[in-house]
Nanobody, 120 residues
Framework: QLQASGGGLVQAGGSLRLSCAAS????????MGWFRQAPGKERELVAA???????YYGDSVKGRFAVSRDSAKNTVYLQMNSLKAEDTAVYYC????????????????WGQGTQVTVSS
């Protein structure tokens, strides 16, 4: 089970940090991903981190977002800086043992979404 939190309303240029808590079993050996879906758009992979802390970022967030994981807390974070109006979306965390499942948007575990709204 994944529990996402940290969304909210922020002005353009501001920052937010999303958190996703997982079970210890999931966290220790799974790839953790952050996805987002804006109204009328397809869901996209924003960032991901493997159990070895290898990271991936979508082109639209490179240099602005940072994904990290805290093994002591079984939590993965998405630090979002320099937010833009186009970052407005529902953000979801997800987990899967396989990177390919995260990369193709087909992980076996999804958390509930958290709304991020960036006002311009």
């Amino acid at each position: 089970q994944l529990q996402a939190s940290g969304g909210g309303l922020v002005q353009a240029g501001g920052s937010l940090r999303l958190s996703c808590a997982a079970s210890a079993r999931t966290f220790s050996s799974y790839v953790m991903g952050w996805f987002r879906q804006a109204p009328g758009k397809e869901r996209e992979l924003v960032a991901a981190v493997t159990w070895r802390s290898t990271t991936y970022y979508g082109d639209s967030v490179k240099g602005r977002f940072a994904v990290s994981r805290d093994s002591a807390k079984n939590t993965v974070y998405l630090q979002m800086n320099s937010l833009k109006a186009e970052d407005t979306a529902v953000y979801y965390c997800a987990a899967d043992p396989r990177w390919l499942s995260i990369r193709t948007g087909t992980p076996n575990s999804w958390g509930q979404g958290t709304q991020v709204t960036v006002s311009s």
